[in-house]
Structure formats: structure tokens, C-alpha cells
């Protein structure tokens, strides 16, 4: 099985998943980690949890929200376990890519390079989209 | 082949566009509806919502009923969309190989009732449902694929 992870600093992962049920419907193998919401509570005790719960034949996508943040660092060390790909810098457009090609593309490092570069290509500056003149379609 | 014809205030918007343009495997989406032709920005906006490699046609309802019956839309495993019930009954009058509706989202308006989740419905257009589903077509309330179909019959 393939998971994704999603991991903020606060609620934004569990937020997240929130957005993409609204949008795409209930999804079983996404999992969320918020970290630093309670106090007793450590990052590093949160994603050794989440890792066990990862058979041997399965593997993980994590999505943490920022490159260098301390969220993303943590999973940096779990990169030995090859199981594991990490991809920094969480936004609406990355998840419900990485959600819609799990059902189609097998290869997981294509599968994250794909959604990467058609994610990225939905960040716009809007005043100057709608100032190009889009020719209509016909049948 | 018409794969399915949505009712959605919203026309096309991410959830449209994405979670069931991939489910039902179209490679055309008709956007029919007499304002958006004229409406420039609206025009725009549905343009950009518009998932890659597929084609969109925007046509208002009488051309949209035209180009159907020519036949130019056979070759394709088309997806359409309407904001109103009222526009969808007019298609499916005029074009009885429409056999599918999903309504998605109709907003609370002056005199409607909340008949399931999102879709609320004035009295003449629970009327028109109840007349499509007499001509045979299969009228389903869903938001998103993934969600239990709900037959328009049963909550009316």
C-alpha cells in the first residue's frame, strides 16, 4: 500500500485533509501529523507512531509544510528507510495531484515528480491570468 | 456519448472539474448556459478551471441543443454542465440520449426546500425532476463520485 502523510507546524495538516475530503470525498490512506498542538506531546514520539504503522512492502509519501522547518528536518533523518520519500512545502493543488495520480501512475518517485511540476503550475498571479485572451473550443 | 449531465450553481469549478472529469473518463466538457457566452470574466474563470486535455465548449442553451442533435458531439465521451434544474430539463427534453443527472449543488433560494445535501429545490423544479425521472433518466444527488449515490426519487 502506498500512504501519504501529511505534517505541519499546528493544525494545517489536519486542516488539509479537511479541504481535500470537501473536494475529492472520504479518503482511507491519507494519515496527519500536527505537531506541536499539545505540550506533552513530541514530534519525534509522532513519527516513529506513524512509521510503525507502515508494513515492510508498503511505502509513505510525507508531505511536511515547509523545506528547513524543523517538521521537515525531523523526516529528514527517516530518510535511510527507503520506503520513505518526503517532499517539502505542502499546498491544496501538491495533495489532490499526488491523491488523483496514486490510482494511476505504479512508479512512486514518478508519481511525486509528476505532481510536483503540475502543482507548481497551478501557483498563479490571477490578474495577470485573466488578462490573457483564451481562444473558445468547439466541438 | 453523453457520459453524464451535472446541475451545479457553480458550473465548473475545481471539484467539478477534476474529481469527475477523471471518474467518468470524459474528454469534453460542455458548459450550456445562456449567460456565460456573454459574460466575459465568467467566461475566463471556467476557462481556467478547466482540466488538462480535455476540451471545453461553451455554448448557450439553444446552440448547445443544436450541436448535440447535429451529431458533432458523438465522437466524444462528453460531460455537461448546468446551473439550473430548468436548463438541465430543457436538454433532456430535447435530447432524450441524455439517460444520466447528477444535481451537485443548487443554493438555498426564496421558496426552496433542502431535499439532500447542497441541492435545495423550488417547487416547479422539484416538478421538472419528477418529469425527467418520467422520461426514464436517472436523476442521482452526489457531490463527488466517491459519495453514496442518492436517487432523486426517494427524497422527493
Not at chain 1, 7 to 13: E, I, K, P
Not at chain 1, 57 to 68: H, K, M, P, R, Y
Not at chain 2, 34 to 48: A, G, M
Request: proline fraction near 2%.
Amino acid at each position: 500500500m502506498r500512504y501519504i502523510l501529511l505534517a505541519s507546524h499546528g493544525r494545517l495538516a489536519e486542516g488539509m485533509l479537511q479541504t481535500v475530503e470537501m473536494i475529492m470525498g472520504a479518503q482511507r490512506d491519507i494519515w496527519t501529523l500536527n505537531a506541536y498542538v499539545e505540550e506533552q506531546v513530541d514530534l519525534h514520539s509522532q513519527i516513529r507512531e506513524a512509521l510503525q504503522k507502515l508494513g515492510g512492502d508498503d511505502e509513505l509519501i510525507v508531505v511536511s509544510d515547509i523545506f528547513g522547518g524543523s517538521v521537515n528536518n525531523e523526516f529528514m533523518n527517516t530518510l535511510e528507510d527507503k520506503r520513505i520519500h518526503l517532499i517539502a512545502g505542502m499546498n491544496l493543488p501538491l495533495v489532490i495531484e499526488l491523491i488523483t495520480l496514486k490510482h494511476i501512475e505504479m512508479d512512486t518517485k514518478q508519481l511525486i515528480q509528476t505532481a510536483l511540476k503540475n502543482s507548481k503550475a497551478s501557483n498563479k498571479y490571477c490578474n495577470a491570468t485573466v488578462a490573457v485572451d483564451f481562444e473558445d473550443e468547439e466541438f | 456519448m453523453i457520459k453524464l449531465l451535472r446541475v451545479d450553481h457553480r458550473l465548473l469549478h475545481g471539484q467539478v472539474a477534476f474529481s469527475w472529469t477523471n471518474n467518468l473518463g470524459a474528454d469534453c466538457i460542455l458548459i450550456a448556459n445562456d449567460d456565460v457566452p456573454v459574460n466575459e470574466l465568467r467566461k475566463t474563470t471556467i476557462k481556467l478551471a478547466k482540466p488538462q486535455g480535455v476540451r471545453l465548449v461553451i455554448k448557450n442553451i439553444a446552440d448547445s441543443i443544436e450541436a448535440l442533435k447535429s451529431g458533432v458531439t458523438d465522437k466524444y465521451k462528453l460531460f455537461i454542465v448546468v446551473e439550473s434544474v430548468a436548463d438541465a430539463e430543457k436538454l433532456v427534453s430535447a435530447f432524450p440520449e441524455i439517460k444520466h443527472v447528477n444535481l451537485g449543488g443548487i443554493k438555498a433560494k426564496e421558496g426552496t426546500r433542502n431535499i439532500s445535501k447542497a441541492v435545495n429545490l423550488q417547487p416547479e423544479e422539484e416538478e421538472l425532476v419528477k418529469k425527467m425521472i418520467q422520461q426514464g433518466v436517472e436523476v442521482e444527488i452526489r457531490q463527488v463520485p466517491s459519495d453514496k449515490k442518492i436517487l432523486a426519487q426517494n427524497v422527493l
